[in-house]
């Protein structure tokens, strides 16, 4: 049966196939293409992620907005296209509608591409780091709209926890308050992104995909409504050293502050200034996080697949 948002969406052929017959699927963001890194690095690192979850047992779903239509995964020729492509949108929630009816190009946050793959039935999404309360929210109010997204769509996100960028503690505390379950894998600490420690204690663990999807499955049989985050951290070889990293933050977080840089733009600002203070070790280890995290995602969506 069509849904009112079918005619808005085009869903590669592969993809449809192994959601009709219940296949592991991994949903990709495409916001990490258009403002996470340059080119040709960005196309390099999307391309890597939907081989890496093709070769851990899942179909890759790249997810984003070309030309005014969702595309549920993306071809060779459009990821390159998305890679270049300039004054693309970055869509959130409250995007999506202005995006589509213009007939934009959008590249999706967390929260869009969690909203666009629940409309098809993807449970399992792999991204970078999920965003949250920036620091100093106490007076500007900016927090993600990640968090609410991840109250209550059900989508699995795992990342390497949220951005170093951000106040790991209130975005801890925040997830607490709107009952997202926020676990770690392998480990007890929470992920700090560039390293594998932010210095805070998860609220739950578990230590394999298997475990994962078992958890999954009992929070959606119990009609639970929303996401889980797992936090997958960064393997210690690729790791930024955490006073090279939490240096090159503050001091960005001082550029941005003095350019009155606020919203939408902070982020991609932030983590382009963290690249140039690191001498480019911080987008090494995005890449690597991401491909971690791609891996994780496929294994889990795979053992859900044999569960459901």
């Known amino acids: 049966m069509s849904k ?10 592969e993809i449809r196939q192994a959601l009709d017959q219940g296949k592991a699927v991994v949903a990709l963001e495409s916001t990490i293409i258009s403002h996470g890194m340059p080119y040709p690095d960005n196309l390099d690192c999307a391309a890597n992620c939907e081989r890496i979850v093709r ?8 997810i984003a907005i070309l030309k005014g239509r969702v595309k549920i995964g993306l ?5 390159e296209y998305l890679a270049k492509a300039k004054n693309v949108v970055k869509c959130s929630r409250r995007d999506l509608a202005a995006v589509l009816s213009l007939g934009q190009d959008g590249a999706t946050t967390v929260a869009a591409t969690m909203i666009l793959a629940d409309r098809v039935g993807i449970r399992f999404f792999a991204t970078g780091g999920v965003g949250g309360v920036h620091r100093g929210a106490e ?11 991840l109250q209550t769509t059900d989508v699995c996100v795992i990342s390497a926890g949220v951005k170093s960028i951000l106040d790991i503690g209130r975005t801890l505390e925040y997830m607490e308050t709107l009952g997202i379950p926020v676990v770690a894998f392998g480990q007890n600490r929470f992920p700090a992104f560039y390293t594998p420690d932010s210095g805070f204690d998860a609220p739950l663990r578990v230590d394999d995909a298997a475990a994962a999807a078992r958890m999954l499955k009992v929070k959606w049989d119990l009609a639970l409504h929303g996401g889980i985050i797992i936090g997958n ?8 050293p955490p006073e090279k990293i939490n240096g090159a933050i503050e001091e960005a977080l001082r550029r941005a502050d003095a350019k009155k840089i606020t919203g939408k733009e902070i982020t991609p600002f932030l983590l382009d200034a963290v690249k140039e203070l690191t001498g480019g070790e911080s987008l090494e280890a995005n890449k690597r996080l991401v491909y971690g995290n ?15």
């Open 139 to 149: 007076c500007s109010m900016d927090i993600s709209a990640d968090l609410t997204e």
């Open 75 to 79: 071809n060779r020729g459009e990821l």
């Open 4 to 13: 009112p948002w079918d005619k808005y969406m085009d869903v590669l052929p």
């Open 55 to 62: 070769d851990h047992g899942a179909v890759p779903a790249t």
């Open 233 to 240: 951290p960064i393997p210690p070889e690729y790791a930024v």
């Open 294 to 308: 791609a891996a994780l995602a496929a294994d889990m969506a795979a053992a859900f697949a044999v569960l459901s």
